[in-house]
């Protein structure tokens, strides 16, 4: 079974510049996951889709942050302009269906953002 | 606000020794909990899921859970150089995406 799949993995900008990531989840998995995960500190939830209805984008810096999941299958994650403390890695996953609450979550290979 | 704790570490156990790591939470929503496992460089790799009170083995990992003490362990058994990575606990409330705790770094040393 193929796994969670992303690109670009790396991505070097300057700020006030915009970026997209892309993600496509194992196949049969309704619900994906875009993390941020900075140095030294674990992933953070930006935005949980289910299908392709976004469940919980709190805290998704809307102002430069958007992601949109077409089709209820690949997602794309833009920033739009990117700031110096955006810089991190960048991961999808997705969940299968399955019990409510046994969310067992698998991460894609992540994309590590650099911004200068 | 939902919070995952963990040592930061390093945590050094020596090969073949068991490794023991803990976290705690705050949600006392949070129905299941999972343990991942991330190499310097690479992506968070699921090892184990605990959803019940108590204890739950697979082969030389066993995980604990105390919903009562909002306690949630990792040991690993016979542990080899290969293990060491940072683990990450991570809780889940049901509806939202994982809480994850900063991770504790581990060092198995030969």
């Known amino acids: 079974e193929a796994g969670v799949a992303q690109s670009p993995r790396y991505k070097i900008i300057e700020k006030r510049q915009s970026v997209a990531f892309w993600c496509n989840p194992i196949?049969?998995?309704?619900?994906l996951y875009w993390y941020q995960q900075i140095l030294g500190q674990g992933p953070k939830l930006l935005i949980q889709f289910q299908n392709n209805g976004v469940v919980d984008d709190s805290q998704l810096p809307k102002d430069r942050f958007s992601a949109e999941r077409l089709k209820g299958v690949d997602s794309t994650l833009k920033i739009q302009p990117a700031k110096l403390e955006d810089s991190a890695v960048y991961l999808c996953?997705?969940?299968?269906?399955?019990?409510?609450?046994?969310?067992?979550?698998?991460f894609g290979p992540g994309t590590r953002l650099t911004v200068l | 606000q939902k919070e995952v704790e963990q040592n930061s570490g390093p945590l050094s156990v020596p090969e073949g020794a068991i490794a023991s790591l803990n976290c705690t939470y705050s949600?006392?929503?949070?129905?299941?909990f999972f343990w991942y496992r991330q190499y310097s460089g690479k992506s968070p790799e699921l090892i184990m899921s605990i959803y019940s009170n108590g204890d739950k083995e697979d082969g030389r990992f066993t995980a604990q859970l105390n919903k009562a003490s909002q306690y949630v362990s990792l040991l690993i058994r016979d542990s080899q150089p290969s293990d060491s990575a940072t683990y990450l606990c991570a809780g889940d409330a049901g509806a939202d995406g994982l809480t994850f705790g900063k991770g504790t770094h581990l060092i198995i040393q030969p």
């Open positions: 196949s049969g998995h309704a619900t």
């Open positions: 949600d006392r929503g949070s129905q299941s």
């Open positions: 996953a997705s969940s299968p269906p399955g019990t409510s609450g046994y969310n067992e979550q698998f």
